[in-house]
């Protein structure tokens, strides 16, 4: 079904032939637009920004660029085209059709994972809502902004599946994925990472970086989910997480490059003479990586959970590629290795993979990771300088499953809580680290110009030129 974008919600859903959900979702978007204008891009509503809107959902051209002011922006609802006689991949309910309503048994299950999904969407929105105040250029400003509208879209998406298949709690919850607020002591948002700081634009590549990948992985475990409308959200969701995650990659490229470049052609290796230069200092860089990597693991749950497990045999959350998987996709039998400590050391641990679920997601992120790290690190290379960036052990710094609270270095060491203390200035940013790369950011708002401790991007947005006026502000 192609979009309609004549309704006041744009669609691919048929909505003008269900006017009850019509009707709840259009009540909806007034809270919304409310939202937004109160805890969205801060000081950005009259902005005209070089923004990119779906405006189809098949491969190819769904992809439309203009000037938009965002409050304007056309927020709606697409699903990737439906499989014809998709199945069930996986689980108890292997080879049986995909379900197209709710299966009533996992209705609470299902409606948990969606009001999950749906929350980090908004809370990353205020995250992120003063920085446009400190953008390097107008590319990087339109870079957040549409990565800001795009996680309103998410939100959408995963209101449109409470509205159309919850009934009158999926309209409640709707309503609280706009009252919790990131960071708030009374009210806040549901998952660690999304209640910290996102105070600076390190930060911000850090976390496109790393937690929109967890995003991807969490989508793709969606994308095989049995219950189809869920899947195909969760497929077009992920179209546009590949640019999310394209910005914090290129974003830490572009310091690296600039910091690589001094190192390597004048061989200035010392971090207080970069910094006297107004350069990010790789080994602070390293800092905010150990901390944005590690707070990014624990959102992949506990390493054994029953959770984790329900999801899976219910056919409701899959693994990572689960349709390519040689296996019984039941995993009677399986069992999968899982990190404990034992006489003060870290050791591994077979359990029965069902219960193991979010550490496997998590080993798969972990990967993918490590091969971003790695390029990273050609960079590094390529410019001659003599550093390398590394992935934190997967127990440094964890709050969420077994290792919580066990006090673990970045190389894997179980560390007392004095050694933990002498070094942990090292292995996170500091206050003083904070200070620096707050003293860095100001916003810069001249067409072609860059702050001077990032590189400009190797080419524009859309075929645009470097210096294209992707903000405008009058
Ligand atoms: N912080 O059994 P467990 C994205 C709770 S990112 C706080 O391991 P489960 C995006 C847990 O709720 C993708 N609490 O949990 C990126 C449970 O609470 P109760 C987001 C946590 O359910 C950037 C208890 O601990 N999508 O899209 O197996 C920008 C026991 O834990 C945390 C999803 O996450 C935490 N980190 O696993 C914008 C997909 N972790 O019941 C957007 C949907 C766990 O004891 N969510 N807890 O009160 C899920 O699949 C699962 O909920 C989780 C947690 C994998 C997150
Ligand atoms: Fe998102
Ligand atoms: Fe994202």
């Not at 107008?138 to 957040?144: F, V």
């Not at 996102?198 to 990948?213: N, Q």
Request: glycine residues 10%; hydrophobic residues 40%.
């Amino acid at each position: 079904m192609d979009i309609a974008y004549g309704d006041r919600i744009p669609n691919n859903v048929g909505l003008s032939d269900n006017k009850a959900l019509q009707r709840a979702l259009e009540q909806w978007q007034p809270a919304f637009v409310d939202w937004w204008s109160e805890m969205g891009p801060d000081g950005s509503a009259s902005l005209d920004v070089y923004l990119r809107t779906a405006v189809s959902v098949h491969k190819g051209g769904w992809a439309h660029f203009d000037y938009v002011k965002m409050p304007e922006y056309r927020w709606g609802i697409f699903l990737s085209p439906a499989e014809p006689a998709r199945s069930i991949n996986f689980g108890a309910h292997k080879g049986r059709p995909a379900w197209q309503t709710v299966p009533g048994e996992y209705r609470s299950a299902l409606r948990r994972i969606i009001v999950t999904q749906g929350d980090t969407e908004p809370a990353s929105v205020e995250q992120q809502r003063h920085l446009g105040r400190t953008a390097p250029s107008l590319y990087d400003l339109r870079n957040l902004y549409q990565i800001n509208v795009e996680e309103g879209r998410h939100l959408w998406a995963m209101v449109y599946l409470l509205h159309a298949f919850f009934g009158r709690d999926g309209r409640e919850e709707a309503e609280a994925l706009l009252q919790r607020r990131s960071g708030d002591t009374d009210n806040p948002r549901i998952l660690g990472a999304f209640n910290e700081r996102t105070p600076d634009w390190l930060s911000f590549f850090m976390f496109t970086f790393f937690t929109d990948r967890d995003g991807k992985f969490q989508l793709c475990a969606l994308a095989e989910s049995g219950f189809d409308p869920l899947s195909r959200t969760a497929r077009f969701m992920l179209i546009e997480e590949a640019h999310h995650m394209f910005v914090g990659e290129s974003g830490i490229g572009r310091v690296i490059e600039r910091t690589a470049e001094m190192m390597g052609s004048e061989g200035i290796d010392d971090p207080v003479q970069l910094r006297s230069l107004g350069l990010i200092d790789l080994p602070t860089l390293q800092r905010y990586l150990n901390l944005h990597y590690s707070i990014t693991l624990d959102l992949f749950g506990a390493d054994q959970s029953s959770n984790a497990a329900t999801f899976y045999t219910a056919g409701l959350k899959g693994r990572y590629g689960e349709s390519k998987i040689d296996d019984d996709h039941e995993l009677h039998g399986a069992e999968y290795p899982i990190l404990d400590v034992a006489g003060g050391r870290l050791v591994t641990r077979e359990v029965p993979m069902l219960s193991a679920l979010n550490e496997r997601l998590r080993d798969d992120f972990v990967k993918d990771t490590e091969a971003g790290v790695a390029r990273w690190n050609k960079l590094i290379a390529r410019k001659g300088a003599r550093f390398a960036l590394n992935v934190p052990h997967k127990g440094f710094n964890r709050s969420i499953g077994a290792l919580a609270g066990v006090r673990v270095d970045p190389a894997g060491r179980v560390v007392s809580d004095s050694e933990w203390e002498a070094h942990v200035a090292d292995w996170l940013p500091s206050q003083p680290d904070r200070e620096y790369v707050a003293s860095l950011m100001g916003r810069v708002a001249e067409p072609g110009r860059f702050a001077n401790w990032i590189a400009p991007p190797g080419r524009g947005i859309d075929g645009k030129p470097l210096d294209f006026e992707y903000v405008r502000f009058d």
